[in-house]
């Protein structure tokens, strides 16, 4: 992690705080509120403020999908594609579902 961000957290989000404090993952502080690709370039310049997330713009297999987002000119016209894909999904509600315990096995 980039340390200049790693000593903002630590100030931001003590360990032992008593107080919840907030930390926008994306870092770029005049689109953190924005939906753009800036949380992609972010990750690349090791600011992910989850492990797991940069660890996507380091994985061999998923890096140069990072990549490829963080450099997009299109971003919005995929990203509201994906949306409307994400639409057609039927969800289940009432009793033709779970919600999962552990995603890796159904609950018994």
Request: aromatic share 6%; hydrophobic share 40%; proline share 2%.
């Amino acid at each position: 992690m980039d340390l200049g961000l790693l000593t903002w957290l630590r100030l931001v989000c003590p360990q032992n705080a008593t107080v919840d404090s907030t930390a926008n993952l994306d870092q770029n502080s005049s689109t953190s509120s924005t939906v753009d690709n800036s949380f992609y370039t972010q990750i690349m310049l090791h600011r992910g403020v989850l492990q797991f997330d940069q660890e996507l713009a380091l994985d061999p297999l998923t890096q140069s999908t990072v990549a490829a987002i963080a450099h997009s000119d299109d971003f919005n016209t995929k990203f509201g594609q994906a949306m409307v894909k994400m639409g057609a999904i039927q969800v289940l509600t009432g009793e033709q579902g779970q919600i999962r315990k552990s995603c890796r096995a159904i609950n018994l």
